[in-house]
């Protein structure tokens, strides 16, 4: 099986207990003297087996392998992966069976990670995710005031739209971010407007 490594904590010992997102769901799972093995990282996406799953304690990892990707070498974009998929799981906490959208979205992103601009990915990601729950708000109203929004809007988390004055948040043009919530690109933002898009995201899915 084949899963993300969301989440990862000290047991006793060298022991690790870790989050990780598969296909399927996501599990919670024991490693004896994890902290000796390099393959078992935050961030990694990794292939194993388990052990246990009908017994009244953790189900236990064993037979690791690592998936690896180039980037992985490249510190600030591992630096910007692990602060992007560290969202997941307080996102996914209360969840164990899911479909293949997470870990597909994840899996996609890492593929395109030393390509392409990382903050661009996770800005179209989140357009991705906010579509896929039902969470996009593109009315021109403000969240705040409820008032309707002329030239220029910012967002809050989740991009829900909102006066600049309303929030004290950076303006942004109301035309090109409308048309990033329906086409879900980046193309015509510049990179300031990613930027400011990107610390958005960065407060939690």
């Known amino acids: 099986m084949k899963g993300f490594v969301i989440a990862l904590r000290r047991a006793k010992n060298e022991d690790m207990i870790a989050t990780i997102l598969s296909p399927r769901n996501v599990?919670?799972?024991?490693?004896?003297?994890?902290?000796?093995?390099?393959?078992?990282?935050?961030?990694?996406?990794?292939?194993f087996e388990v052990e246990g799953e009908q017994e009244s304690y953790l189900p236990r990892l064993r037979n690791l392998s690592h998936i690896g990707f180039e980037w992985l070498y490249d510190s600030n974009r591992l630096l910007l992966w692990q602060n992007y998929i560290?969202?997941?799981e307080p996102h996914l906490r209360d969840t164990e069976e899911l479909n293949s959208f997470y870990f597909?979205?994840?899996l996609q992103s890492a593929k395109k990670w030393g390509r392409q601009n990382p903050k661009r990915i996770v800005c179209e990601n989140y357009i991705t995710l906010l579509k896929y729950e039902g969470r996009m708000h593109d009315d021109e109203n403000c969240y705040i005031c409820e008032q309707p929004i002329e030239e220029e809007i910012s967002l809050m988390q989740a991009?829900?739209?909102?006066?600049?004055?309303?929030?004290?948040?950076?303006?942004?043009?109301?035309?090109?971010?409308l048309y990033f919530f329906e086409s879900g690109k980046t193309l015509y933002l510049d990179d300031s407007e990613v930027e400011s898009l990107y610390q958005v995201a960065m407060k939690g899915l």
């Open 27 to 47: 599990g919670t799972y024991y490693r004896f003297f994890g902290a000796r093995h390099s393959i078992l990282q935050f961030g990694y996406l990794i292939d």
């Open 86 to 88: 560290k969202l997941f």
């Open 104 to 106: 597909d979205l994840l």
């Open 159 to 177: 991009y829900i739209p909102a006066h600049p004055y309303c929030i004290q948040s950076a303006a942004l043009n109301k035309k090109k971010l």
